[in-house]
């Protein structure tokens, strides 16, 4: 199961990082701006989500261990962190 999440995640974080790389060269030639910044603003949550969970199963499915209970809190601890992060600085009111 942890191994077809990784693969999915794999996808849609290189289909959600390639979107982002092509929107950008869109926004730096100012073509279609308007729907690349509506882009860029609306999907950059997913983005990190598939980022946060694609990097952390290869971290444990790498360091995985029979007999290891604190390896999945050592790591997903953290990225839980980072991902409420990013929530927080994306819906802070006045940026």
């Known amino acids: 199961m942890l191994s ?3 693969k999915l ?4 974080f290189f289909l959600f990082g390639s979107s982002f790389f092509f929107a950008y060269i869109l926004l730096r030639n100012k073509v ?3 729907g690349v910044a509506i882009w860029m603003q609306t999907a950059d949550l997913p983005f990190v ?3 946060v969970i ?3 199963l290869s971290l444990y499915l790498g360091l995985q261990s ?3 209970k604190m390896l999945p809190w050592m790591i997903w601890t953290p990225l839980a962190a980072v991902f409420g992060l ?3 600085v994306n819906f802070w009111p006045g940026a």
């Open 4 to 6: 077809y999440l990784h």
């Open 66 to 68: 029979n007999d290891s």
């Open 54 to 56: 694609y990097g952390g």
């Open 49 to 51: 989500f598939s980022a």
């Open 9 to 12: 995640s794999a996808v849609f």
């Open 86 to 88: 990013v929530l927080l």
């Open 32 to 34: 279609w701006t308007k």
